[in-house]
């Protein structure tokens, strides 16, 4: 069972807290937060995920990707890869590590998300693309579907993520 009570941090800790479920693993959340530290006092069977380094929070453009790597080499002068939300983040990122000396990817790895056109710079992205068109067109027919024809669930469908490695992660290939 999953359970998402509205983001709001006291609150969800008082939901798991409160006999609802019978363990709870927290993922891509920040360790400082103290979660897991309550949760486990609390005698909740918890498991957590945390990222392997500091995570800075932008606004999915150029400039929150820019803003966000600033924040992060201020925490950790000795950062070696950033992954980012989205490929316009990862391209602010990389203006953001190149304003501060650091060369990339010899400095420092830049990954994106997304894997779309619309992330144009001069050093080739590694990104994960995911195939959002197919995903968009089969949302598309199951809401027809339903519409048409109320269904009481199906199969969840999954997609598979692919890693495509370009300059911004390594030497390019060859």
Avoid: C
Wanted: glycine letters at 12%; aromatic letters at 4%; a negative charge.
């Amino acid at each position: 069972m999953t359970a998402d009570v509205g983001g709001d941090p006291s609150r969800t800790v008082r939901y798991l807290r409160g006999g609802h479920v019978d363990g709870a693993i927290v993922v891509s959340h920040h360790k400082a937060d103290g979660w897991t530290e309550e949760l486990a006092a609390s005698g909740l069977p918890t498991v957590a995920g945390f990222p392997p380094g500091p995570v800075a929070q932008g606004d999915f453009t150029p400039a929150g990707g820019t803003e966000a790597a600033e924040r992060l080499l201020a925490e950790d002068r000795s950062l070696d890869g950033i992954f980012a939300a989205s490929d316009l983040m990862a391209r602010g990122a990389i203006t953001a590590l190149k304003a501060a000396g650091r060369s990339v990817p010899g400095d420092v790895a830049v990954v994106g998300f997304d894997d779309h056109l619309t992330a144009p710079g001069e050093l080739p992205l590694t990104t994960i693309n995911q195939p959002t068109v197919a995903m968009a067109v089969q949302a598309g027919r199951l809401l027809l579907e339903d519409i048409e024809n109320p269904s009481t669930g199906r199969e969840p469908l999954i997609y598979p993520a692919r890693l495509v490695i370009r300059e911004s992660s390594g030497p390019p290939a060859g």
